[in-house]
């Protein structure tokens, strides 16, 4: 059993800065691939970035060269750094732990919300 808990959104500026954390209960974080999605009103949920034990990262293609995702595995934290912020990028961001061999199902956070608005 895993728990996830997100916290860090908010209203921001266009332009703006925003980190958000994700802490997550359990002994074997290490070895999980983490991953950040975000879901906006009418729209399906989408992979944001993600990363895996071994720090290997991977962003969708609109948010590449403006977030970071980094993880803390003394802190059993995964972060997502969000810089240039747009009003597109508006949306509830979800963490995740996906189901692998180490997982026996997927685990998802409450959801933060994060407001991109002038």
């Known amino acids: 059993q895993v728990q996830l808990v997100e916290s860090g959104g908010g209203l921001v500026q266009p332009g703006g800065s925003l980190r958000l954390s994700c802490a997550a209960s359990?002994?074997?974080?290490?070895?999980?691939?983490m991953g950040w999605y975000r879901q906006a009103p009418g729209k399906q949920r989408e992979l944001v970035a993600a990363?895996?034990?071994?720090?290997?990262?991977n962003y969708a293609p609109s948010v590449k060269g403006r977030f970071t995702i980094s993880r803390d595995n003394a802190k059993n934290t995964v972060y997502l750094q969000m810089n240039s912020l747009k009003p597109e990028d508006t949306a509830v961001y979800y963490c995740?732990?996906?189901?692998?061999?180490?997982?026996?199902?997927?685990?998802w956070g409450q959801g933060t919300q994060v407001t991109v608005s002038s």
């Open positions: 995740n732990a996906p189901k692998s061999v180490f997982l026996p199902q997927d685990y």
């Open positions: 359990g002994t074997f974080f290490s070895i999980y691939t």
């Open positions: 990363i895996a034990s071994a720090g290997t990262t």
